[in-house]
C-alpha cells in the first residue's frame, strides 16, 4: 500500500508562494508519473500539474508559468512551486501516482495540504 504525505501549506498573501512536497513510502514513485490535485469543499478535485517519470511536465489550464512541478527520485518526492499565487489557488492539495491508465490511486489519497491565499 502506497502512503503519501503532502506538506508545505499554509497562509500566504495574493502573489506570494509556496513549495509543496509530496513524500512517498518505498519506491512508490520510481517508474511512475505523478499527478497534484486540489480540491475545494463541495467542488469535485482536479487535477493541477503532472510530471512522468522522464521528467515530461503538463499544466492545467493558465496555470503554467505559476506553477512548477519537479520530482527528486532519490528522495522519493514530488514538489510543487506555486508563486504568484491568487486567492482562487485557495485549496487543499494532494498528490498521487498513476495505476494503470488512471492518475490515481484510491487508496493512496494522503490528508493532504491546505493552501490558503488571503489578505
Known amino acids: 500500500q502506497v502512503q503519501l504525505v503532502e506538506s508545505g501549506g499554509g497562509l500566504v498573501q495574493p502573489g506570494g508562494s509556496l513549495r509543496l512536497s509530496c513524500a512517498a513510502s518505498?519506491?512508490?514513485?520510481?517508474?511512475?508519473?505523478v499527478t497534484w490535485f486540489r480540491q475545494v469543499p463541495g467542488k469535485q478535485r482536479e487535477w493541477v500539474a503532472r510530471?512522468?517519470?522522464?521528467?515530461?511536465?503538463v499544466y492545467r489550464g493558465s496555470l503554467k508559468g505559476r506553477f512548477t512541478i519537479s520530482r527528486d527520485n532519490a528522495k522519493n518526492t514530488v514538489y510543487l512551486q506555486m508563486n504568484s499565487l491568487k486567492a482562487e489557488d485557495t485549496a487543499s492539495y494532494y498528490c498521487?501516482?498513476?495505476?494503470?491508465?488512471?492518475?490515481?490511486?484510491?487508496?493512496?489519497w494522503g490528508q493532504g495540504t491546505q493552501v490558503t491565499v488571503s489578505s
Open positions: 518505498g519506491s512508490a514513485f520510481s517508474g511512475n508519473a
Open positions: 510530471i512522468t517519470s522522464t521528467d515530461y511536465t
Open positions: 498521487n501516482v498513476d495505476q494503470g491508465s488512471k492518475w490515481y490511486r484510491e487508496g493512496a
